[in-house]
């Protein structure tokens, strides 16, 4: 009878603390006789396994674009698959180049080593002078492979130039691949071509999982950051003759909503729509709403957000008085920052949120408009 | 100005047949519409008056070539949508068309080549625009939404006034003193228009490119590998697609627990709740945010 092991639910030293704070139970969980619940037994528990490259021998290159500091999903997608790729070698080291500034840890991004191109000849658009830097590099380190996402950044359009230049081999907007091939569709999706790795990789989203359960060193490569000018070797023949390169940012009310970088999109819990155009006029802010608002014609149907509606891609995203159903959540998934003001915090969209007011929409708005009107009069 | 584009044809995703190419029609809808108008006004009035001198773009005269088979009746359609004609020139079946196109380019010196961001036939990778641009040494913008010819402010000279697409809203725009090789993005603003009559009026021409396959470009040698000329699609596979992918990812020892686990962590916590407070006080921490986040655009 008794050889049938028995878990006792009630035993001291039962189940662990979740990072919630909250106390589990799970097989194979128990904490060791006398130990006590501490949150901090839980993150000691969370240490990622380092992955620690002394000397490399071989190279890796992601080459990518940073905006505004951070990157996309699809380029961590592809430091992804560096480091995957990097990882079935021994010795082998992901080597990152970054176009532009970057805020965020590269080491729970896969970078063993990271080389930050943010000098004046890198900005705008000025791809001969980055493919020369890429050239250089190339030169330096010899990679096995030099990996790009197809992005509308130009990284793509830099693979492109690089293979050209260099006569490399290039498997361009790549689907799947493995420690050995990859795979990219050809002949309006009709085909499909499978080939041994290439010099160059441009990925499609969706080729990896991105999920980097290890951290990286991330060491800083300033020597190799120090990119000679290229003043010896004459301008080629085609540099472009560019007079004049500007960048500007369409108006909120000029930008299709799936471009749109700040959002405010408002839900059954906004009476007052006018209010929410004026706002959204005031902070410059591209107009989006739920399902439900669009559908009592408060919105137009170009406003609707989610999963029927627009996938929306903005660094601030303001929901207010929309409770985060699922269909709308899909459309917000890459969004950045979610602010949601809403007057019930255990509403799903709270959970989402980055930010949440817990207030009426109604009263916040005035409020938001109040102090517009403030700020612009201190400033005029 | 004489503009040349490059046309292609594709399957269609679903009935496989052989169509024109969307993108490429996307581009022939672009400069059409740049013939017939003067300067898109979003362009015009964001360059700060560096377009005053913006021209009727009437004076672009298009041509268009495509390398392929001289019979193929799908070409005839490309006349429909404002083409008096298009030049084929004759390739073989899995040809590479980039010498012989490139060798017509330097033959018709045209100040403007304009071509699809990429083919949505046959291979389909993007790149023949970067080897022709290469070959024929020109200039190139990727992804523009449209283009003009504007008079010169610096000289006498016609400049072109191009914008390529960003993301999130942003534009880049260009002068550039021409000769200029320009692809035209996806979210180029596109109106096909069909006209029956203007497909019978059109014409397709023959024209003869000879270009011997190694031309006079010289590529530099990446020491890696030992090849002569680029091989797009050597030693490639070819299959009927298979839809299916799996996605890239380090198989990981631990448990499904531990994974549940970790994620569960992860993105536990959640946001910051700000519950506490006056209305007045939470608008005040929205705005404070938004300044933040660099997105907020004091009204003008
Ligand atoms: C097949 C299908 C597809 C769908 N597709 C979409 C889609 O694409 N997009 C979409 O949005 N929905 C979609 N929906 C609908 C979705 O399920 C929800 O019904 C909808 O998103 C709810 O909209 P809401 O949040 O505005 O309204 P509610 O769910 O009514 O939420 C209102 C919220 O406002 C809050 N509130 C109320 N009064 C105030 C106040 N005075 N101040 C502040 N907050 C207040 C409430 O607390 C609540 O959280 C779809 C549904 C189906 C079945």
Redesign the interface.
């Known amino acids: 009878m008794n050889s049938i092991p028995r878990i006792d639910p009630h035993a001291a030293n039962r189940g662990f603390l ?3 704070g909250r106390k589990r139970i ?4 128990d904490l060791a006789e006398g130990e006590a619940f501490t949150a901090s037994q ?1 993150s000691a528990q ?1 240490q990622l396994p380092q992955i620690v490259i002394k000397d490399p021998k071989e190279f890796v290159l992601v080459c990518l674009h940073s905006r ?1 500091g951070t990157l996309s999903n699809l380029d961590r997608e592809v430091l ?2 560096g480091r ?1 790729l990097a ?1 079935r070698r021994t010795d082998c080291a992901l080597t990152v180049i970054v176009f532009g500034d970057l805020e965020i840890d590269m080491r729970q991004h896969g970078a063993d080593r990271v080389i930050i191109l943010k000098d004046d000849r890198y900005t ?2 000025n791809q001969e002078e980055k493919l020369s830097a890429l050239e250089h590099l ?1 030169d330096k380190l ?1 990679p096995q492979n030099i990996l790009f996402g197809e992005s ?3 990284d ?2 830099l693979a ?2 690089l ?8 498997a ?2 790549v ?4 420690d050995n091939k990859v795979r990219r ?12 790795l290439t ?1 160059i990789l441009i990925l499609n989203s ?4 991105a ?1 980097f ?1 290890f951290e990286t060193q991330a060491l800083m490569e300033n020597k190799l950051a120090q990119i000679p000018t290229k003043a010896s070797t004459k301008e080629p ?16 009310n ?3 909503l799936e ?4 959002i405010l999109s408002g839900g059954n819990g906004v009476k007052d729509f006018d209010k929410l155009l004026r706002l959204a ?5 591209s107009v989006g709403g739920s399902r439900v608002v669009v559908d009592d014609g408060k919105l137009p149907r170009e406003c609707q957000v989610g999963a029927t509606g627009k996938t929306v ?4 995203y ?1 929901a207010v008085g929309i409770s985060g159903a699922v269909q709308h959540l899909q459309g917000i998934k890459d969004c950045r ?3 949601a ?1 809403n007057l019930d ?1 255990s509403c799903d969209m ?2 989402r ?8 929409a109604e ?2 708005m ?3 408009l ?3 009107g403030e ?2 009069r201190k ?1 005029a | 100005m004489k503009a040349i584009i490059l046309l292609s044809l594709a399957r269609h995703p679903l009935s496989g047949k052989i169509i024109c190419s969307p993108n490429d029609l996307r581009a022939l809808s672009m400069m059409s519409s740049m013939m017939g108008s003067t300067v898109d006004a979003e362009l015009k009035e964001s360059s700060d008056g560096a377009s005053n001198g913006a021209s009727n773009g009437a004076s672009f005269e298009l041509k268009a070539v495509h390398a392929g088979d001289p019979n193929e009746s799908v070409m005839n359609e490309y006349l429909g949508y404002g083409l008096p004609a298009v030049d084929v020139i004759k390739t073989k079946k899995n040809e590479d068309p980039c010498p012989k196109l490139a060798k017509y380019l330097q033959q018709e010196k045209p100040q403007l080549v304009v071509a699809g961001m990429q083919a949505l036939g046959g291979w389909g990778s993007g790149l023949v625009p970067y080897i022709l641009a290469e070959q024929i040494n020109y200039p190139l913008i990727s992804g523009t939404i449209s283009v003009a010819l504007q008079d010169g402010q610096y000289n006498n000279d016609e400049q072109l006034l191009c914008s390529q697409y960003l993301p999130k809203g942003r534009r880049r725009d260009f002068i550039v003193a021409p000769p200029l090789f320009i692809t035209v993005h996806l979210r180029a603003p596109n109106k096909p228009q069909f006209v029956w009559a203007q497909q019978q009026q059109g014409e397709i021409q023959k024209v003869a490119a000879n270009a011997n396959a190694n031309n006079n470009v010289k590529y530099k040698k990446y020491n890696k590998s030992d090849k002569s000329s680029i091989q797009l699609t050597d030693n490639w596979d070819l299959a009927p697609a298979d839809k299916k992918r799996s996605r890239l990812s380090i198989r990981s020892n631990r448990s499904g627990f531990e994974r549940m686990q970790r994620a569960v962590s992860l993105s536990g916590g959640g946001g910051n709740i700000v519950k506490d407070g006056s209305v007045l006080e939470k608008a005040q921490i929205t705005y404070n945010m938004i300044k933040q986040n660099d997105v907020y655009s004091e009204k003008k």
């Open positions: 979740a990072a919630s799970a097989r194979g969980r839980q969370h505004e992804y698959v995957v990882g705008g658009y190339i010899k509308a950044e130009g793509g359009d492109r130039r293979a050209v230049r260099q006569n490399m081999s290039i361009p907007g689907i799947e691949l493995d569709f050809c002949d309006g999706g009709w085909q499909q071509g499978t080939h041994e010099d969706g080729t990896a999982e999920d359960d023949a085609n540099a472009s003759k560019v007079l004049q390169e500007m960048m500007r940012s369409l108006s909120a000029e930008v299709p471009e749109a970088n700040f006029k005031a902070i410059g802010a891609v903005a660094s601030v303001i920052y979610v602010v003001v915090e709270v959970k949120a980055d930010l949440s007011l817990i207030c009426d009263e916040w005035d409020s938001m109040e102090l517009l700020e612009s400033s």
